[in-house]
């Protein structure tokens, strides 16, 4: 069963980057999109971006494009999230999920989320 | 963009039917059958149960089912058992680099 842990610090301050890692376990991030949700607390679910296992064919939103930057290590099965310069608006619970080897619109797999905070 | 529009919440007895509509616009929902519906329980993890407005992935029962109409997707559950009872949302691709748009969450209560 594959399943997915994100993990990183819960708290950052603002103006400072956040990183997050999603480790992949039970199966391999090969041949996989791979993407980032979040939810802030109270509200709605937000995409974050994509990205293929390669590193190839990243799309991240339009709202986030320029801090934003999803990478991946097939070589430890892992994916990872930086944001620069955030915000208490970036305060949320952060998700890994994937999507398909074809296509990145839908995901057979969630992680948990872990809940980042922004805050001095 | 805004959000997909889910009703908040909704309800049946068991061995009951019960749909959820999740609407967009002519933009998304109506344009792309690219609609897919997630169940979360509290504390858990979302899992896939329509991709594509109509198919059911593999393990997923028979007794959940997706449509769509105009602007709108539904997801329709038959034969409402307890364990049905759990938060669903709805997500549609949009295209384009905004990519993906998500519904607000409709919370299912099996009376």
């Known amino acids: 069963q594959v399943q997915l842990q994100e993990s990183g610090p819960g708290l950052v301050k603002p103006s400072e980057t956040l990183s997050l890692t999603c480790t992949v376990s039970?199966?391999?991030?090969?041949?996989?999109?791979w993407s980032w949700i979040r939810q802030p607390p109270g509200k709605g679910l937000e995409w974050i971006g994509y990205?293929?296992?390669?590193?190839?064919?990243?799309n991240y939103n339009p709202s986030l494009k320029s801090r934003v930057t999803i990478s991946a290590d097939a070589s430890k099965n892992q994916l990872y999230l930086r944001l620069t310069s955030v915000t208490a608006a970036d305060t949320a619970v952060y998700s890994c999920?994937?999507?398909?080897?074809?296509?990145?619109?839908?995901?057979?797999?969630w992680g948990r989320g872990t809940l980042v905070t922004v805050s001095s | 963009q805004s959000a997909l529009t889910q009703p908040a919440s909704v309800s049946g007895a068991p061995g009951q039917s019960i749909t959820i509509s999740c609407t967009g616009t002519?933009?998304?929902?109506?344009?792309?059958?690219?609609v897919s519906w997630y169940q979360q329980h509290p504390g858990k993890a979302p899992k896939l149960m329509i991709y594509?407005?109509?198919n059911r992935p593999s393990g997923v029962s028979t007794r959940f089912s997706g449509s769509k109409s105009g602007n709108t997707a539904s997801l329709t559950i038959s034969g409402l058992q307890a364990e049905d009872e759990a938060d669903y949302f709805c997500?549609?691709?949009?295209?384009?680099?905004?990519?993906?748009?998500f519904g607000g969450g409709t919370k299912l209560t099996v009376l």
């Open positions: 002519s933009s998304d929902v109506g344009t792309y059958n690219l």
């Open positions: 039970g199966g391999s991030i090969s041949s996989y999109y």
């Open positions: 999920a994937r999507g398909t080897t074809t296509v990145a619109h839908y995901f057979d797999y």
């Open positions: 594509d407005v109509y």
């Open positions: 997500i549609s691709y949009i295209g384009g680099n905004a990519y993906l748009l």
């Open positions: 990205i293929y296992y390669t590193g190839d064919a990243a």
